[in-house]
């Protein structure tokens, strides 16, 4: 990263949408002491403000106030360690950036970087590196599981862990290194078994940290899943029994489908890449048919956890109608029986459009097929890249861990043969360099650069 870190950033850390409320975030040493002179008009009242959160008025347009609250944390008792603020302002978007540029304006700040914002809470010791890059899968959770898992690693879960590993280890240490300053035969040199149990506290430490990162990565990994959500009648079932060739009960009468079904998709893998499955369940709709209909309903709703929505749409209805959004989940609309008389109305494609990619599908003669492929293809590889920095971070911590592992039990095994002092301080060394790398006390730069660079502008 090029650009010093003497000065003060600023990005978006909110989605560049529309919205009740929009955050801009600044972060820079000494931010709290600049030119008062160069704020944009309502805010030098409060920019050198004690801690806490103010109210103030900026001026957008001539004669057009806009109001908005600035949430002041001065460094270092702070997210990044240094002087932050945060402006709170009413998210519209054109006003949002009118403002960014005002600040951008200001000597001595300029935009954030990718991750910049993370980066200098591990620069600055307020996050180590395992806790950085649980930010990074906070951000990507897809869903209230994963969120947890990473939200447990961003509070210190696993920096727990390490930090009662190093305690004992470093506890083992000093008493090793006692003994090596004596001559042999003198009343400090230790007996096989006295750092026994630091070993043993140290062991089981990076067992528990193992334990819970696979855990991890087996909660993150697996195949790539679509749900098809549609309201009944739509055509999932049809469309969800070509795609797998799994046999299912299609009718028309409402109500039909009551469990999940799934199936993966027979697509040629060499060809397509991953594993797809698909689910199919019941259609959704304000009035159920009956109560089994209902209870169905809000079980499939409870179940839903997809990388990829197909909302599935009649093509030939003209009251069709949009199921509710599944939040924080890709789409594409499919739009099905395009083999029959085309009778949705203008107003449903636009609605259709704003959701996602929409492409228009026959499950009768399979046209419009190889175009749901492509379009499924991207999302895949979308979500690929966003797990990419994920498994690089899981790779490193496996390995950090079984590193540190391997050297306790080595050192565990001399000590109980006595006599080897040397060689067990040698591997008591080992296993602290490896957890000093897994919190980010040795990481070379350029694995920084790639783990940040990840990140989206406003963490």
Excluded at 49 to 57: I, L, N
Excluded at 121 to 139: I, M, P, S
Excluded at 359 to 376: A, M, N, P
Aim: negative net charge; glycine residues 8%.
């Amino acid at each position: 990263m090029q650009d010093s870190r003497r000065d003060a950033i600023v990005a978006l850390a909110t989605p560049p949408l529309a919205a009740e409320r929009a955050v801009l975030r600044l972060s820079g040493p000494g931010l709290l002491s600049l030119d008062s002179r160069a704020l944009p008009g309502g805010l030098a009242a409060v920019w050198a403000a004690e801690r806490g959160v103010h109210e103030f008025q900026w001026e957008w347009l001539p004669g057009l106030n806009l109001p908005g609250e600035a949430w002041v944390f001065p460094g270092p008792r702070s997210a990044t360690g240094e002087d932050v603020i945060e402006l709170h302002v009413p998210g519209s978007l054109p006003a949002v950036r009118a403002l960014e540029s005002e600040l951008l304006r200001i000597p001595g700040v300029r935009a954030a970087q990718a991750g910049e914002f993370t980066r200098r809470a591990f620069l600055n010791g307020v996050l180590d590196l395992t806790q950085a890059e649980a930010v990074l899968r906070l951000v990507q959770s897809r869903d209230a599981a994963e969120a947890r898992a990473a939200a447990a690693v961003l509070a210190g879960a696993l920096g727990s862990e390490l930090q009662q590993a190093r305690a004992a280890l470093a506890e083992a240490m000093v008493q090793i290194e006692a003994g090596l300053d004596f001559e042999e035969g003198d009343s400090q040199d230790l007996q096989p078994g006295e750092i026994e149990h630091h070993l043993e506290q140290a062991a089981a430490a990076l067992r528990r940290g193992q334990s819970g990162e696979q855990e991890r990565t087996m909660r993150e990994s697996g195949v790539f899943r679509i749900g098809l959500v549609g309201t009944p009648n739509a055509g999932k079932t049809a469309l969800y029994s070509r795609l797998t060739g799994a046999a299912a009960l299609i009718a028309d009468e409402r109500g039909t489908t009551r469990d999940r079904l799934e199936a993966v998709w027979q697509r040629d893998a060499a060809e397509h890449g991953p594993r797809v499955l698909l689910a199919d369940g019941p259609g959704r709709s304000q009035e159920p048919s009956d109560a089994r209909d209902a209870a169905a309903q809000l079980r499939a709703r409870q179940a839903d956890r997809f990388d990829l929505i197909w909302y599935v749409v009649d093509s030939s209805d003209p009251q069709a109608e949009l199921t509710e959004l599944v939040p924080a989940t890709p789409a594409v609309v499919v739009l099905t029986k395009r083999d029959l008389q085309r009778e949705i109305p203008e107003s449903m494609l636009r609605q259709a459009e704003a959701r996602g990619p929409v492409v228009w599908v026959s499950s009768f003669d399979g046209s419009g097929i190889d175009e749901l492929e492509k379009e499924t293809q991207a999302a895949e590889q979308a979500l690929s890249a966003d797990r990419a920095a994920g498994a690089r971070a899981s790779q490193r911590y496996q390995a950090a861990l079984l590193t540190g592992l391997e050297a306790v039990e080595a050192a565990a095994a001399l000590d109980a043969l006595g006599g080897h002092q040397d060689l067990v301080a040698e591997e008591l060394r080992r296993a602290l360099a490896a957890i000093a790398e897994l919190v980010g006390e040795f990481t070379p730069e350029d694995l920084l650069d790639q783990l940040f660079s990840s990140f989206c502008v406003g963490k």
